[in-house]
Nanobody, 118 residues
Framework: QVQFVESGGGLVQPGGSLRLSCAAS????????MGWYRQAPGKQRELVAT???????IYADSVKGRFTISRDNTKNTVYLQMNSLKPEDTAVYYC????????????WGQGTQVTVSS
């Protein structure tokens, strides 16, 4: 079955950096687009970064220039490098996969908590 395991979150001061990882299983990783979502308390889950199967990237305006998404198809893993973190980046971060029919999967991992605070 499909599974996502996110890791790398933590507590960081404003302006700091974190690198998140997500290991995917149960899918043919190389043909799926991958994305990072986040959900802050009391808010809806939002898509912040996408990397297509061919390596193109798309970012939400709120993270553009600060976050970088990448993937390693040999490890079935997607990464999110987060720099210049702000308190408003505080959220639980999740990864997901979009199939070749452009449908995001309905399976979610446990997520990884990112807290930006002084």
């Amino acid at each position: 079955q499909v599974q996502f395991v996110e890791s790398g979150g933590g507590l960081v001061q404003p302006g700091g950096s974190l690198r998140l990882s997500c290991a995917a299983s149960g899918i043919i990783f190389s043909i799926y687009d991958m994305g990072w979502y986040r959900q802050a308390p009391g808010k809806q889950r939002e898509l912040v970064a996408t990397i297509t199967s061919s390596g193109s990237t798309i970012y939400a305006d709120s993270v553009k220039g600060r976050f970088t998404i990448s993937r390693d198809n040999t490890k079935n893993t997607v990464y999110l490098q987060m720099n210049s973190l702000k308190p408003e980046d505080t959220a639980v971060y999740y990864c997901n996969a979009r199939n070749p029919f452009s449908v995001w999967l309905s399976v979610w991992g446990q997520g990884t908590q990112v807290t930006v605070s002084s």
